[in-house]
Antibody, heavy 123, light 106 residues
């Protein structure tokens, strides 16, 4: 059974860079053409898609975050990562990693999710 | 594409039927998913393709609709169903979520 697990710093200073990693177990990140995805949710609010990556390194980013986001894949460690720079309090949220469908055909929905990690932006 | 869910809060008695709506600002064909989110947990995929239940989802959850109007029906509400539900369109770039409907005990 596929499992995803987020890890990283839970507290980030304003203007600094948020860094998270999603470890994948139960399947190889290099197998298939899935969309390895980051989604966030401010406390008490709705879901916002951040971006996703194919194991080849190809990416798609949400337009409003595109200038601050980098998603990368590490196939040797079976994981992918999120970096969000120049953070503000508005970036405080639960961050989830997820697996979506085929990267090359259409856009994904998300069947498998990590448990999520709360990242707080505060000085 | 803006996804609008209604109502924001739905009050239903246990054992009764719940009907949740999701409207798209333009057609998303049948590329619509529904998720359930319990407190402190990640969302769980319920429905994709507007009407196909995901693996392991009970038959009391059903989805319908196409184009711009979609419905999630829970035929007989059980205690664990009183949580928040989100729709998501994945037909157009960028894919977008609705703001959620909270189902509460009446």
């Amino acid at each position: 059974q596929l499992q995803l697990q987020e890890s990283g710093s839970g507290l980030v200073r304003p203007s600094q860079t948020l860094s998270l990693t999603c470890g994948v177990s139960g399947a190889s990140i290099s197998s298939g053409d899935y969309s390895w995805t980051w989604i966030r949710q401010p406390p008490g609010r709705g879901l916002e898609w951040i971006g996703y990556i194919h194991h080849s390194g190809n990416t798609h980013y949400y337009p409003s975050l595109k200038n601050r986001v980098t998603i990368a894949v590490d196939r040797s460690k079976n994981r992918f990562s999120l970096r969000l720079n120049s953070v503000t309090a508005a970036d405080t949220a639960f961050y989830y990693c997820a697996r979506g469908g085929d990267f090359w055909s259409g856009y994904p929905f998300f069947e498998f999710w990590g448990q999520g990690v709360l990242v707080t932006v505060s000085s | 594409i803006v996804m609008t869910q209604s109502p924001a809060t739905l009050s239903v008695s246990p054992g009764e039927r719940a009907t949740l709506s999701c409207r798209a600002s333009e057609s998303v064909s049948s590329n619509l998913a529904w998720y359930q989110q319990k407190p402190g947990q990640a969302p769980r995929l319920l429905i994709y393709g507007a009407s196909t239940r995901a693996t392991g989802i009970p038959a009391r959850f059903s989805g319908s609709g196409s184009g711009t109007e979609f419905t999630l029906t829970i035929s007989s509400l059980q205690s664990g169903d009183f949580v928040i539900y989100y729709c998501q369109q994945y037909n157009n770039w960028p894919q977008t979520f609705g703001q959620g409907t909270k189902v509460e005990i009446k």
